[in-house]
């Protein structure tokens, strides 16, 4: 990932630079309009973040509204298509794969299969772009290189992009990301992004019953109160992770003082992360159980779609929580929850920085420089905090007795109410 920015930064500049000739003879002799109007062709590009493919659903409805003939097709990353899919907003879905082998040979195979994108792109015949990258030169020369007759971007004097979007769009900081997508689509409307606002992933029965299989194997049941933890970020910006010292701790608190049922997850690339609190809480056995790198996508959002409280650093899995309606306790730090907080009907976020932060922002692709040698924009959040929120969220704000669990097997629980004769007024 790191690579893939600073090719953007650097190489994407020379890009910018050369294509400038074809740019300006295009301005002097105007866009040719392509395609058939009654079957007008859409572009929507967003590769990186799995959280902001969720944040751009009210675009996507801004831009059914603007092309209502329209068919939307929808560029990003491969290992995004997926969750695109199953977002159900789009009419088509492409894919790129930017992986590669190390070496010489890996990059030319990713610059064959950009090549190989281009000629696709250009096939379609594209009449608009909408590109909701917000400052990588990659996006904008792909835009470019797809001939439509108009493309859109977003404009910040301090990030060159070559001029490449005949129409930009200012990128208010002041706003959330969601409504500067929706902006960008031509859908300022003077209000902010609402959570009915926001497409959920669709989840299939199949995949809420492969979740519950694979938790009776484990001996777990879900028909109780569960907390799920998420303690990664994405690979753009791993800074945004909360101590996971600080998880362990959590944890252990909700197991051992509301016996409460706690779930981590994570994808397989972070599963090394994950052990390491797995391994602290190895003594609370099955009431704290590591999924991480075990689940499939829709199984993943089967388990935050039930969950009583997800608490997560600022990453993909806390915007698709929120947007399923869960309750939601996002941990900021580096980046503001200004741009980023969790929309949902049940969602908060708590963030204390210093007069640092944040320090990672969109226009240099998010890329983070502590200046302190520590994240004390996360460390300043306390665990005490943290698992007072959770109880406000599984409890809805009302104090209430814990339930007590016992023991039926070994690697089993179950639920077990109290009396209402136990219960104090």
């Known amino acids: ?35 058939d109007a009654d079957q007008e062709r859409v572009l929507l590009i967003k590769f990186w973040g799995i959280g902001s493919l969720v944040l751009l659903t009210p675009a996507v409805a801004a831009l059914r509204r603007r092309h209502p003939r329209a068919r939307l097709t929808f560029l990003t990353l491969r290992e995004n298509e997926s969750f695109a899919q199953g977002l159900g907003v789009f009419d088509e879905v492409l894919a790129l794969d930017v992986r590669a082998r190390s070496g ?50 977003f404009d910040a004097p301090t990030v060159w992009r070559g001029g490449l979007h005949p129409v930009r ?21 003077g209000t902010e992004i609402e959570p009915a606002d926001l497409s959920a992933f669709r989840i299939e029965a199949g995949a809420r019953d492969s979740l519950r299989s694979k938790l009776l194997a484990r001996g777990v049941r879900i028909d109780r109160p569960y907390v799920v933890l998420n303690a990664n970020a994405g690979r753009l910006s791993l800074e945004r992770r909360w101590p996971r010292e600080n998880f362990a701790a959590l944890a252990r608190a909700l197991v051992q003082d509301d016996e409460t049922l706690v779930f981590l997850i994570g994808s397989p690339s972070e599963r090394d992360y994950v052990a390491a609190i797995g391994a602290w809480t190895a ?14 996508l829709g199984e993943l959002a089967a388990l935050l779609e039930r969950a009583d409280c997800v608490v997560s650093n600022d990453s993909g899995p806390m915007h698709i929580a929120a947007s399923l309606r869960a309750p939601v306790v996002g941990l ?24 640092c932060s944040p320090c990672i922002n969109v ?29 406000l969220a599984l409890w809805d704000g009302v104090l209430r007795p814990a339930s007590r669990v016992i023991p039926l097997r070994a690697g089993s629980v179950q639920l077990i109410e109290r009396p209402a004769s136990e219960l104090q007024p």
């Open 104 to 153: 010489p040979l890996g990059w030319l195979s990713v610059l064959a299969r950009i090549a190989k994108l281009v000629i696709e792109l250009r096939r379609a015949r594209f009449q608009s772009v909408y590109d909701f990258e917000f400052f990588t030169r990659f996006s904008a020369f792909v835009s470019f290189a797809t001939g439509a007759a108009t493309s859109t971007g």
């Open 1 to 35: 990932m790191q690579s893939l920015q600073r090719a953007d930064k650097r190489l994407g500049w020379l890009v910018c630079m050369l294509l400038q000739p074809l740019r300006w003879l295009r301005e002097r002799r105007g866009r040719r309009s392509v395609g």
């Open 332 to 355: 900021f730090g580096p980046e503001t929850p200004v741009l980023y907080a969790p929309i949902g009907v049940r969602a908060r976020h708590l963030w204390h920085p210093p007069v």
């Open 283 to 296: 003594d609370l056995g099955s009431l704290c159980v590591n999924l991480t790198g075990e689940l499939s």
């Open 169 to 189: 769009v200012p990128f208010n900081r002041y706003w959330h990301v969601a409504r500067n997508f929706r902006a960008l689509a031509g859908g300022e409307d």
């Open 363 to 391: 226009h240099d692709n998010k890329v983070a420089n502590c200046v302190r040698g520590k994240p004390e924009c996360l460390t300043n959040i306390s665990v005490d905090e943290v698992l007072e929120e959770t109880r």
